[in-house]
Nanobody, 126 residues
Framework: QVQLVESGGGLVQLGGSLKLSCAVS????????MAWFRQPPGKEREFAAA????????YYADSVKGRFTISRDNAKNTVYLQMNSLKPEDTAVYYC???????????????????WGQGTQVTVSS
């Protein structure tokens, strides 16, 4: 059974930083692209960042580009999201997800990801 467990969320002030982690089990982690999505309060889930199976390619939503960094450690079966210069509009529940196909680069559509974590709350206060 595939499981994704996120951690690292919390309350932070404007301009602060947080690092999210997502540990994956039950799938050969190193063969799959990973992504972070987020769902702001009262809004639809949206793409934030993705990383290819090899880690050689990354992609970011315009809203987080230059502030967030996605990375992966295949030895630890873990994907990370380093978030800097946080803004109140970054407040959301953050979800990690694993791509449904092996050896893909990345996709922006949540449909392309078949397993999801439970979510971790990030709140940025002004």
């Amino acid at each position: 059974q595939v499981q994704l467990v996120e951690s690292g969320g919390g309350l932070v002030q404007l301009g602060g930083s947080l690092k999210l982690s997502c540990a994956v089990s039950g799938r050969t982690f190193s063969r799959y692209a990973m992504a972070w999505f987020r769902q702001p309060p009262g809004k639809e889930r949206e793409f934030a960042a993705a990383i290819s199976w090899s880690g050689g390619s990354t992609y970011y939503a315009d809203s987080v580009k230059g502030r967030f960094t996605i990375s992966r450690d295949n030895a630890k079966n873990t994907v990370y999201l380093q978030m800097n210069s946080l803004k109140p509009e970054d407040t959301a529940v953050y979800y990690c997800a694993v791509h449904r196909s092996r050896y893909s680069d990345y996709d922006l559509d949540p449909y392309d990801y078949d397993y999801w974590g439970q979510g971790t709350q990030v709140t940025v206060s002004s």
